[in-house]
């Protein structure tokens, strides 16, 4: 018998209702530095690994207590340009400590060593890093650190910023990746819509925290986080604009380094590609 288009939507067999059910769901498995790098809008259509990149990692090390991270400030706060005295506060409030224990991803050892070498230290706070950054010897050893990073992210993914799986080839998405695009737009949407987030929230504090970071691969973090419990570290991380506050510091380690390589493809300028003021 032929049922009436009521009865389907009662059943929950709609189309549109089961699309926007699972809308909550990211539609690939990809490394949230891969989905950065394809899906995130970005000048002139580039698609090499960057710092924000290294900074994704790290907030996924800071979720998974790969690194350990203390806040001591109470209120929400966001950046704007080049820190301020009030910036250097905040920064001086987040200690991160490298905890890691068992085995990770070649990239992450690399993003974990990289904080070590640069901060001398397996405990610092954002403000110190912040300093050590303008060092010129300092700057010089992330550089290098940095492209190692690159080169692992890249080989440990089967990436190049021309071809990737079966949805990038020559520099271009196929039509499986324009399709795969558009679902990452539609999840771009759930993330900072207040009412689709007040339909589909996230069920755990896992889940938050997973959301939060995919967020800021498409830097709407801040949005994302305004709707949405700030339930574990990497969510209060977020909420004092920790993000930003790494892509900062890591932008500001490339532009004091002293001899800049147009072989590595890396770093060519102070506000060339790799050097996105903010993570924007």
């Known amino acids: 018998m032929n ?9 929950g067999l709609n189309k549109k209702n089961a699309e926007n059910k699972n809308i909550k769901n990211p539609p690939s498995d990809d490394s949230y530095p891969i989905v950065a ?10 698609r090499e690994i960057d710092i924000p990149c290294l900074s994704l990692t790290i907030l996924n090390l800071i979720n ?41 991803k070649t990239s992450e050892s690399i993003a974990i060593n990289l904080l070590k070498r640069m901060n001398n230290s397996k405990k610092f706070n954002l403000k110190d890093m ?25 080989n440990e993914n089967n990436y190049d910023s021309k071809d990737y799986k079966d949805i990038l080839a020559n520099g271009k998405f196929s039509d499986k990746g324009k399709d795969i695009k558009r679902q990452w737009k539609s999840f771009q949407d759930y993330l900072k819509s207040e009412e689709l987030t007040g339909k589909y929230p996230p069920e755990s504090a896992d889940e938050n925290a997973t959301q939060i970071i995919y967020a800021a691969c498409f830097n709407i973090e801040k949005d994302a986080s305004g709707l949405r419990d700030n339930n574990s570290t990497v969510c209060n991380f977020i909420d004092k604009d920790g993000y930003k506050l790494l892509n900062l510091i890591f932008d500001n380690a490339l532009s004091n380094v002293s001899k800049k390589s147009k072989g590595t493809g890396i770093f060519y300028g102070v506000n060339d590609k790799y050097t996105i003021p903010g993570g924007g």
Do not use: H, W
């Open 3 to 11: 049922k009436t288009k009521g009865e389907i939507r009662m059943l």
């Open 37 to 46: 790098t394809l899906f995130r809008n970005k000048r002139l259509n580039n």
């Open 64 to 104: 998974e207590n790969q690194i350990k991270c203390e806040i001591n400030y109470g209120n929400s706060y966001n950046i704007n340009g080049k820190p301020n005295e009030d910036d250097l506060e905040v920064m001086k409030n987040i200690t991160l400590r490298i905890a890691n224990k068992g085995e990770l």
């Open 130 to 154: 912040y300093k050590q950054s303008k060092n010129t010897a300092v700057a010089n050893n992330f550089y290098k650190d940095f492209y190692s990073f690159k080169e692992a992210v890249e």
